[in-house]
């Protein structure tokens, strides 16, 4: 199956780098909260980070007292970055797929991925990869664009009332299965939509038992700070799972 | 918490009859089918049925080999069908709600609840009291409206093209977990809505292990013979989930 390496291409690496520097996105008000809330201690274990970009969660896992990260990602531009801001005698950054994770040898206490699954076609064959690659009672947490969000196919996603507030996310097609080519700063990313039940299925029908899930909205105190995120009163923009190798 | 009991209402009661004397309704469409995939082998098994209505699946349960079934409904109404239409010795109809099954004495090999949880407002403390009434290894197969149908919050539940075609699903408040009043044959039927997470969390936190979700939907075939079917494309109408006491 296909293995996509967008952030490769000079325009999305760009505006992607752009968007993770401004403070108040919607991943550093949910989806990173969320995803570090479901991570074990991680004094003296080692970590496996799909997807790990420019490796700042990868420094955080060493500075959370990980003994050993691995960070794998298949953007060469990604990981120099990752070199140059987030080096540590620690940390060991690859140039890979994550399709490709079979080839690893060693094994780990606890695998993370961020905002990743949801490039990846073939979602099944790399979670038996990473059930494979843990130790027992080793954990698995990761995040991706909800499925709510990676259903979407076309047209407006939104319906305003007379007064431009949102009152309804448009939802067609969340029980067709398929790539929906998306257009975030270049054409045609290619997002892979699954189903809750898919997403659940996967994780337990290759031996995980599922743990907790989280689907990170805005709270009163939140919308105070950050009126701007009402809309995730409607919809959430990710799913966030734990769970775990028995 | 308030127990809810509309199918003892006159005219939800016979609303309702009717809908299930329609061959080709949803619910023989889909959701059965759905939650009968999940029963395990009922030979020689207890199984407990919350909410069993008109007793259809208690009596069924017996023909798939059960030795014993408890059907519980909070309506008198309905299980005075029940015992006239789907009686047998193996089978006792309890006339309680299913927020008040923690005065049961017996245990369970299985407990199953069709399209009955979206009423209960306490679906914390009913599950708990469904994991001290399973035996070890005991399963516990339910359906509910989905979590897409139960946020409804008013205004029109699909938007159509020009030509009268259902194009989006309206979702809105998805992440706002309250009593939704719906009209149903009679007004303010109370549904509670409760996010993914919540039901997946729910269950976890009380012990339980998740095997399988399914959010059943039309498939060629299905659609072929049952055009009508089409929307449910777009978004189930069922969620069906399987869990072990482990």
Not at 13 to 31: H, L, P, T
Not at 117 to 136: C, Q, S, T, W
Not at 155 to 174: H, L, M, P, Q
Request: charged share 25%; glycine share 6%.
């Amino acid at each position: 199956m296909a293995k996509q390496n967008i952030y490769d291409n000079e325009i999305f690496f760009e505006g992607y780098k752009k968007i993770r520097e401004n403070e108040a996105n919607a991943n550093n008000v949910f989806e990173i909260p969320a995803l570090f809330s479901l991570l074990p201690d991680l004094n003296g274990k080692s970590v496996l980070d799909l997807g790990c970009g420019f490796g700042e969660h990868c420094k955080g896992f060493i500075q959370s007292g990980a003994a050993k990260v691995v960070g794998v990602d298949i953007s060469a531009k990604m990981l120099e970055v990752a070199r140059e801001e987030n080096s540590d005698p620690r940390i060991t950054y690859l140039n890979m797929a994550m399709e490709d994770i079979g080839s690893l040898e060693e094994h780990f206490d606890v695998v993370v991925s961020s905002l990743a699954f949801h490039y990846v076609e073939d979602f099944d064959g790399v979670v038996g990869m990473i059930y494979r690659l843990l130790n027992k009672d080793g954990e698995f947490i990761f995040s991706q664009e909800h499925p709510l969000n990676t259903c979407f196919s076309g047209g407006s996603r939104w319906t305003f009332d007379e007064n431009g507030e949102k009152i309804f996310a448009n939802v067609s097609n969340y029980c067709v299965e398929t790539e929906n080519g998306s257009t975030w700063f270049v054409d045609n990313v290619k997002r892979y939509h699954r189903m809750f039940s898919t997403i659940i299925n996967t994780l337990t029908d290759n031996g995980f038992e599922v743990k907790k899930l989280i689907e990170p909205t805005a709270d009163a105190e939140l919308l105070e700070k950050y009126p701007q995120f009402k809309d995730s009163r409607h919809k959430p923009d990710f799913l966030v799972v734990k769970a775990v190798k028995r």
